[in-house]
């Protein structure tokens, strides 16, 4: 199949902004946080980190319109959680890899155990 | 959950430390577990190329660049990351390095096998790999439909 067919899918082009979302060090950080401690405020979010509550609100942005978090109001404040749904998405490739390394550590299992010498 | 970067396999092998380094290094034993055609043996600094014998990705070529070989203890070397779509320039993308490690374990040596680099891949390289599984993408239209209809 061709380059241009590649980028033409629909899956291709659903999934390229989740891994440009994924693709800064602060945003990876931020989904790390808030799937370790689960929902959380801007306010504690930008807690003990050098990054500035503008950033944090900027970087949320980003992640919301990827569809990979979003932000609920909570009296004065915004509560912010991850769409696991999106993530586990973003795992997808790993996961294809990561089969392709069991299939081929089976086969060498099997070698092994086949050819002992 | 979170960590895009690395893939880490761990097997326990029912075989001595040599006998496993030699599997893994020897290029007529590896092209027999991990099928490929291997038209040279691994040597540190040199490019190993191949023909993949996988049903289905007999078009793919095999090529790698070994960066280590401790001997049996550490065989590592760097390559693309799923470069199987035909007609595509590969060489001029980041690499991904696959490292071997392998130590004495009560009835064999336990390999482990980490694969790290992919944030460094291009997102339109990982957004492929999408676009190759559909299954997944058949559980997420099924999640999809009964998010719409609860």
Redesign the interface.
Known sequence: ???AK??A?P??R???P???A??DETR?LL??RL?ANGPESITALSEGSDVTRQAVTKHLGVLARAGLARGQSRGRERIWQLEP?R?S??????D???RQ??V??D???????NE?? | ??N?DH?E?Q?L???PRA??WR?LTDAA?FG????VVLETGFAVGKRTTGKITVPGYEHVTFEATVERMDHERLFSFRWH??AV????DYSKEPTTLVEFRLEDQRGGTL?T?V?SG??RIP??R????????SG??DA?AE?IRRHVES
């Open positions: 199949m061709s380059r590649a980028f899918s899956q291709a659903r999934a390229a989740l891994f440009a994924l693709g990876l989904v790390a799937s749904g993530l998405e973003a795992r997808e490739y790993l294809q890899i990561s390394w069991d081929a550590l086969r060498l299992r099997t070698f092994l155990e002992p010498r | 959950m979170t895009t893939i396999k097997i092998l029912r075989a006998r496993v599997a034993e027999r577990w991990f099928q990351p799923y779509e035909p007609g595509v390999l096998v694969e992919f944030d997102v339109q990982r957004a492929l790999a999408f676009r190759m599984n997944g993408w997420q999640n």
